[in-house]
């Protein structure tokens, strides 16, 4: 199990641009969400997917778009970026339950705007 | 609104000496409260989950345990290959006494560093 799985790695963008990160999970989770890290903020969740078709926003959506395109697959899209969307930003899954199962973190997305 | 907040905010050890890293929290209904490992460059690595007041967990040289006000995380006779980011987390209850989708609400971290 390659578990949780983000591309690209690193990514330089210029202001104005658009790009996707990709997710996939490989452990059947049904939930998944995208969060962002920046020093002295913590881990803040940007959006979520319950399940399979439903997507919600986090504490801070703006600027991001989201699709669940699959059980497996989560992405984030950045429509126009901007250098306040500079960050480290994970994908996680977690498994089915009501009860608090742990959720598992990818390797994480370094985006830099300039 | 939930809150959580860790202290120190970074905490240097000689190798051997134990010492605590703490994790207090407001959440309106606690469903689980999380500990979470992260190496530099990497994701967060998952530790323990506490679910209720009183619990206890152990791995190795780490104990979490768990008040209704805050949770500890126990280092014992640290080694330097325990030197890492330590998260917390807390996950609520819905607001109907639901789910909350597993929505976490992370502290800042605490930075270990273990001298050898």
């Known amino acids: 199990n390659a578990g949780v799985t983000q591309t690209p790695k690193f990514q330089v963008l210029k202001t104005g641009q658009s790009m996707t990160l990709q997710c996939a999970q490989d452990m059947n989770h049904n939930s998944m969400y995208w969060y962002r890290q920046d020093p002295g903020m913590g881990l803040r969740l940007i959006y979520y997917?319950?399940?399979?078709?439903?997507?919600d926003k986090g504490e801070v959506p703006n600027g991001y778009n989201v699709s669940r395109l699959n059980k497996r697959e989560f992405s984030l899209r950045l429509e126009s970026a901007a250098p306040s969307q500079t960050s480290v930003y994970f994908c996680a899954s977690r498994g089915y339950g009501t009860s608090a199962n742990e959720q598992y973190f990818g390797p994480g997305t370094r985006l830099t705007v300039t | 609104e939930d809150q959580v907040t860790q202290s120190p905010e970074a905490l240097r050890l000689q190798e051997g000496e134990s010492s605590s890293l703490n994790c207090s929290y407001t959440v309106s209904g606690l469903r689980g409260l999380f500990w979470y490992r992260q190496d530099p460059g990497k994701g967060p690595e998952f530790l323990f989950t506490l679910y209720s007041a009183g619990e206890e967990k152990e791995k190795e040289r780490l104990k979490a345990t768990l008040t209704k006000k805050e949770s500890f995380l126990h280092i014992t006779a640290p080694k330097p290959e325990d030197s890492a980011t330590y998260l917390c987390?807390?996950?609520?209850?819905?607001?109907?006494?639901?789910?909350?989708?597993?929505?976490?609400?992370f502290g800042q971290g605490t930075i270990l560093t273990v001298h050898p």
């Open positions: 987390a807390v996950q609520p209850n819905g607001r109907t006494g639901g789910t909350s989708y597993g929505k976490l609400t």
């Open positions: 997917s319950a399940s399979e078709g439903t997507t």
